[in-house]
């Protein structure tokens, strides 16, 4: 007899697995100790969404802009302002779409949105269409030096707005990414660097300051990437972010472009029907670097942590539906996020165990163990939580741990077996299971999913080696 510690902490999707059901790390996200080389030691509970604002209309909202002491959101066809407090006023003007991405940047004085097929300018407490004969059909936009910029749709140019005016374009502001032959997909400025991500490559200008175009490519910055969903592109401090033409997740390092989806993570992703629609943001909480990566068509949310270079995913719902974030800002010290049908606003908040009005699961499996194709016989499992962590009424008051085990490496399941992880200060409980039985192809496979505190820093079986 003997106790081992299983590797059941740890990032989810790091390898391609026979079985989709093992390896999950779904609402939660792994904790590293201090040090760059250091094991992850700990789950921690993905954010809660708790509700901050509210709009006029129940549709999705598309994207979040702040400017000056405001967050304006646009939400189906119009746009509201709101408040630190959360106070909302609705704004003038209407887009002529009404649903999906759209991008908003501001020069401090404007906002500019384009939707795909036209951009508008908001300024004061009005949108206006831009309907300057220079201004192109949009595909995506960014801001750089105060010069909105956009990607012409279905080419290889870019146009560029005149100086901090959004409303004037120049039929002789614009270029072209040509060091090979393909349209232009999206857009990205990172401090003084343009990114141009067209459809199979990727370059990279910056503002030269010439008189006859300011912007100039840089020497050698290219790039034999593309990119598969314009919506996808996004930066922190130093990177950028995307979904490349072969649906690989990419970040930027210096001019190169690093794979950081797993081989599972990317045969996943590959699976789904849709996936030029996918949008992305970063953020940063607790000292991780998060870029979120959704898929609004086929319901799907992946999560890569930047600070520990490890993958998980997030619902909402007891049916591991799709999670309501749709787009991002951080606001008055909050990270704001717009609700997917709605018209909700709400901020992550880590002391909140439920997504608004709806309660999740959190779900842990681990890879099967390696037993060298022995017979593994499990007396008692037992999972380290942070007990005691129960609430003062309902459901949440005697909250429960769900464990499921597979014996044939996570193709088929056991029946759920339910224990306690403690009362509201009864910190001494152990979640523990027993008489198991026998396999050599142990998969174990956590689930919480009342409305509490979900920290999980160990793994231990009771149990003896066959021959």
């Known amino acids: ?31 590293k100790a201090t040090g760059k080389d250091s094991e992850v030691v700990a789950l921690y509970n993905t954010p809660g969404l ?74 004061g407490t009005n949108a ?10 949009p595909s995506s936009l960014t801001i750089q030096d105060q010069y909105f910029i956009v990607t012409k749709k279905d080419t ?51 503002n030269s300051g ?39 997740v990419r970040r930027s390092l210096g001019f190169q472009a ?46 890569y942590d930047a600070t520990t270079d490890v993958w998980h995913t997030r619902t909402t719902g007891l049916n591991d539906q799709r999670h309501r974030a749709n787009c991002y800002a951080y606001f008055s010290g909050k990270h704001i996020v717009g609700d997917i049908n709605n018209g909700t606003l709400y901020y992550y908040n880590l002391d909140a165990y439920e997504d608004y009005l709806w309660r999740s699961r959190s779900i842990r499996a681990c890879v099967p163990l390696k037993t060298d194709r022995r017979r593994l016989t499990v007396n008692s499992f037992e999972i380290h939580f942070e007990t005691g962590v129960g609430g003062e009424y309902g459901s949440t008051s005697d909250p429960q741990a769900i464990l499921q085990y597979s014996k044939d490496g996570g193709h088929t399941w056991s029946n759920e077996k339910w224990t306690d992880i403690g009362t509201i200060g009864s910190h001494g409980t152990r979640a523990i299971w027993r008489r198991l039985g026998q ?23 009771d149990g003896e080696l066959g021959d």
């Not at 614009?174 to 857009?187: F, I, S, T």
């Not at 849709?274 to 949008?279: E, H, I, P, Q, R």
Request: aromatic share 14%.
């Open 439 to 461: 396999s050599r192809n142990w998969v174990f496979r956590v689930i919480v999913s009342d409305a509490v505190k979900r920290v999980i820093t160990g793994a231990y079986i």
């Open 1 to 31: 007899m003997a106790i081992i510690e299983t590797n059941f902490i740890g990032g989810g999707y790091s390898a391609r697995s026979l079985n989709h059901n093992a390896q999950v790390c779904q609402n939660f996200y792994p904790v």
């Open 210 to 248: 010439a008189s006859a175009f300011t912007f100039q490519p840089i020497n050698n910055a290219f790039i034999e990437v593309g990119c598969g969903a314009a919506g996808s592109v996004a930066k922190d401090e130093q990177s950028i972010f995307w979904l490349d033409d072969k649906f690989n």
């Open 50 to 123: 708790t509700s901050w604002g509210i709009s006029q209309v129940e549709h999705e909202v598309r994207q979040l802009c702040v400017m000056d002491d405001y967050l304006y959101a646009v939400v189906y066809d119009r746009i509201y302002r709101f408040a630190s407090s959360g106070a909302m006023t609705a704004m003038t003007g209407t887009l002529d779409t009404r649903s999906g991405n759209c991008w908003m940047e501001t020069n401090g004085s404007q906002i500019m949105i384009v939707d795909g097929e036209a951009g508008y300018i908001f300024s």
């Open 156 to 206: 290889a140019w870019f146009h560029i707005s005149s100086y901090e005016d959004g409303t004037n374009w120049s039929g002789k502001d614009y270029g072209k990414a040509e060091q090979q032959p393909d349209n232009l997909v999206g857009c990205m400025s990172l401090s003084n660097e343009l990114w141009l991500l067209g459809e199979t490559s990727t370059e990279v200008w910056y």
């Open 258 to 303: 690093r794979i950081i989806s797993t081989d599972e993570v990317a045969y996943q992703i590959n699976s789904y029907g849709t996936k030029s629609d996918a949008k992305g943001w970063t953020y940063v909480q607790e000292g991780h670097t998060f870029y979120e990566l959704s898929f609004p068509t086929v319901g799907k949310k992946w999560v």
């Open 128 to 137: 206006t269409k831009i309907t300057d004969d220079d201004f192109p059909t």
